[in-house]
């Protein structure tokens, strides 16, 4: 197994690959876990391996067919479990519900083959907890009910808004009360947001997860213009 590709085969091979035709399977989370590490994984390369890896990128070789499994990082399995899982998977429930499983074997394959050590486990245990993936399909739901109560309560923008009093942005919910959400803004010296909505939809919340919003303040109050994903 001297490539991550070959190491991704042998691991489905050993754990169990499901219908690869389902986007429910481990085949199909293994298969965007292959597409995020060809686009990504690169970027903790050292100079040397860098250098290696664009010249055989230039020959149509990518991340996967270059390296071996040692390459594969905690933090690459931590990202198939929030933001790469949500943003680029099929979005089915079924999906959802499998990337938490299949990652956790992944890790421990990958300690049982050699390729991590404990200290790599044990770094992928801090990053992911004791129960990986579980909020997807909660967070999947919440973003699709916040999406329909926008649609259903449309705001007119004045054309002169300013522009403290629009956000397009990531939020982190830092609180949820019945009714309310609080929001803390990604980008460096945004303020705190409240929002008021449905209890039945705040009840969907949780204090903690991420999502992606498009927001105006709008005769004293913040209002929700769209919705993008949410994700643990």
Not at 161 to 182: A, M, N, S, W
Not at 203 to 232: D, F, M
């Amino acid at each position: 197994m001297n490539t991550t590709t070959a190491a991704l085969k042998q691991f489905l091979a050993d754990t169990g690959a499901g219908n690869p035709g389902s986007t429910a399977s481990p085949t199909a989370v293994v298969r965007l876990f292959a597409e995020y590490l060809s686009g990504w994984a690169h970027e903790d390369l050292n100079p040397f391996e860098r250098q290696r890896f664009e010249q055989e990128y230039e020959e149509g070789r990518r991340f996967c067919d270059i390296f071996d499994a040692t390459r594969v990082q905690p933090h690459h399995l931590n990202a198939m479990l929030g933001h790469y899982g949500v943003h680029h998977g099929p979005g089915t429930k079924g999906f959802l519900r499998r990337v938490g499983p299949v990652m956790e074997k992944l890790a421990s394959w990958l300690v049982e083959k050699g390729f991590w050590a404990a200290k790599d486990y044990a770094w992928y245990r801090e990053l992911v907890g004791e129960k990986p993936g579980r909020d997807l399909v909660g967070c999947d739901e919440f973003a699709r009910l916040l999406w329909q109560h926008a649609e259903a309560h449309p705001v007119h923008v004045p054309d002169d808004l300013p522009d403290d009093d629009y956000f397009d942005d990531q939020f982190t919910i830092r609180k949820v009360e019945p009714g309310t959400l609080y929001l803390d803004a990604f980008l460096e010296g945004g303020e705190d947001i409240e929002i008021a909505l449905p209890k039945a939809l705040t009840a969907k919340a949780r204090a903690g997860w991420s999502v992606n919003l498009e927001l105006a303040r709008v005769r004293g109050k913040w209002r929700i213009l769209g919705v993008g994903s949410a994700y643990p």
